[in-house]
């Protein structure tokens, strides 16, 4: 079904290591509106959608989204590799770092830990693919929130390519529903 390139959709080269950062960014792969909730969304809803087109549309965007997947985890991997254990209390990534060492591990930047309760599959289309339109507008959102709080250019650059992607996923989804 899927042909798998072993690279990053983007690339990320961040040079300085930020727990600080990567307490923030981690939402994006574990949080109510991360990458991880909005693949599973879209590959689980195109088992029930009725046309094939938008059925394919949700594989596609679903697909794609665990390429951000991967960004997110190499953004984090990136931020947090080679700490010290006086880097990582210093930054308060020790609340992190007791139950997950530097392992990538998918939470929200509240430390909720990943929950399918974050995802919603209704089985209408409407209903489907609004929550989609409105889950892409929340990842925006947070991928500003993360490019305010974000100074390292190496940081800013994929997390502003994944903020576009956002844009072009809500646009595709509302063509979908116009279509319909």
């Known amino acids: 079904m899927w042909q798998y390139e072993k690279k990053?959709?983007?690339?990320?080269?961040?040079?300085?290591?930020?727990?600080?950062m990567a307490k923030v960014i981690i939402s994006q792969l574990g949080g109510p509106d991360g990458e991880l909730a909005a693949s599973l969304r879209y590959l689980n809803q195109r088992f029930a959608m009725p046309y094939g087109e938008v059925k394919g549309l949700l594989?596609?965007?679903?697909?794609?989204?665990?390429?951000?997947?991967?960004?997110i985890s190499?953004?984090?991997?990136?931020?947090?590799?080679?700490?010290?254990?006086?880097?990582?209390?210093?930054?308060?990534?020790?609340?992190?770092?007791v139950d997950h060492t530097t392992g990538i591990?998918?939470?929200?930047?509240?430390?909720?830990?990943?929950t399918a309760t974050y995802f919603q599959s209704k089985g209408d289309i409407i209903?489907?693919?609004?929550?989609n339109m409105a889950a892409e507008q929340k990842a925006r959102t947070t991928y500003d929130n993360i490019l305010r709080l974000a100074d390292d250019p190496d940081v800013r650059d994929p997390i502003r390519f994944l903020r576009q992607r956002e844009i072009v996923h809500y646009q595709?989804?509302?063509?979908?529903?116009?279509?319909?």
């Open 127 to 131: 209903t489907d693919l609004h929550e």
């Open 74 to 97: 190499a953004i984090l991997y990136q931020l947090t590799k080679g700490l010290s254990i006086d880097e990582i209390k210093a930054s308060g990534f020790d609340t992190y770092f």
């Open 105 to 114: 591990y998918p939470v929200a930047a509240s430390g909720t830990p990943f």
């Open 59 to 71: 594989t596609d965007i679903g697909t794609e989204e665990l390429a951000h997947v991967e960004m």
């Open 8 to 20: 990053l959709q983007y690339p990320v080269n961040i040079k300085n290591p930020d727990p600080k």
């Open 172 to 180: 595709r989804f509302g063509e979908a529903l116009r279509s319909g």
